[in-house]
């Protein structure tokens, strides 16, 4: 998606000058004419620098803003800090008067908590950089997504929840029209909805909801389609370390091994059924139990004689003969 998130900014970004001293209005405009190359026609874009405290969140905004913290945004602030100023421009919308606020931030959380960040602490100069833009909420949901997709900053579940929330809002919830409008594939969409649609419980086990991958929920979906109960009474017991581990007291219980129990609290412990008879083998053979189901993998450079020796192995194992 590095190419669509360039080409929205790459216009934007040209010729634009750092902030002047603030004007009467605490802010001046960048005005520049911009040529759309397939119609012909020109579309001026209106670039401010502002008060970060005269914009609020979108309450729409994907990212989870009260997550956002100096730690883990050192980064950007230090790049601020670096560059003197804010390079990409904030989307934001213009509020109606008497809304407590000037303009509602679309995209861009993260800068806006750095350069507020930077003013309280001992970096009055910096603005905020912002966009005004004219637009619909499902236009402004779609360009929010375009922007954060690829970020890594941003957690799988923020961005599902974000999905969830827009199917019901935007499309009707017609899975199938959201897809279209989002180019991406039906399966990959579906796979986000599931972790947003996962039993509140089963998030609240994971140390933060910023830990939660899309990955995590393919591995929890055929445990609560096999043993829901089980697997939700354990969730809930390692949601109450994980509160416990908040207050300070002791660990939080970590991915791989909240992971690990709910599958015990599903399956069961069975060493002689989840020992793996090719662990410690060179040929590269493993196999993987999930359910009902269990699954073989193995390299497709594999000799035949090490394949069959393998598999003699398994066969031995699984029926006891």
């Not at 931030?105 to 905020?128: E, K």
């Not at 199917?167 to 009707?172: A, I, R, S």
């Not at 690990?260 to 060493?271: C, F, M, S, V």
Request: aromatic letters at 8%; a neutral charge; proline letters at 4%.
């Amino acid at each position: 998606m590095s190419k669509r998130h360039d080409a929205i900014f790459d216009d934007v970004l040209k010729d634009l000058s750092a902030p002047a001293a603030a004007d009467r209005g605490g802010a001046r405009f960048l005005k520049r004419q911009n040529a759309l190359a397939d119609s012909g026609e020109r579309e001026e874009k209106v670039l401010r620098w502002v008060d970060p405290a005269a914009c609020v969140m979108w309450s729409r905004h994907n990212r989870a803003y009260d997550l956002l913290t100096e730690e883990n945004c050192r980064d950007l602030i230090d790049s601020l800090k670096a560059q003197g100023q804010q390079e990409f421009p904030a989307i934001v919308r213009r509020l109606p008067a008497g809304q407590g606020a000037e303009y509602e931030v679309i995209c861009g959380a993260r800068r806006h908590f750095a350069v507020s960040w930077l003013r309280a602490n001992n970096y009055p100069q910096f603005r905020y950089l912002v966009e005004v833009r004219d637009l619909t909420d499902e236009e402004a949901f779609r360009l929010a997504d375009i922007e954060n997709r690829d970020r890594a900053d941003l957690s799988d579940y923020e961005r599902a929840r974000d999905y969830l929330q827009a199917l019901e809002l935007y499309y009707g919830g017609k899975q199938k029209t959201m897809a279209a409008r989002l180019e991406v594939s039906e399966a990959w969409l579906s796979r986000y909805l599931y972790l947003a649609r996962l039993p509140q419980v089963v998030v609240e086990a994971w140390p933060q909801i910023t830990e939660i991958k899309e990955l995590h929920a393919r591995s929890v979906r055929p445990l609560l389609q096999d043993a829901e109960d089980k697997v939700l009474a354990e969730a809930a017991s390692i949601a109450a370390e994980q509160v416990r581990a908040r207050a300070g007291q002791g660990a939080y219980v970590p991915v791989p091994r909240i992971l690990a129990r709910l599958k015990a609290a599903a399956y069961g412990a069975n060493p002689a059924e989840d020992a793996n008879p090719f662990e410690g083998t060179k040929n590269g053979m493993a196999v993987e139990r999930r359910g009902k189901k269990i699954r073989l993998e193995f390299p497709a450079t594999i000799a035949e004689s090490d394949l069959r020796a393998a598999l003699d192995a398994f066969l031995r194992q699984h029926y006891g003969s």
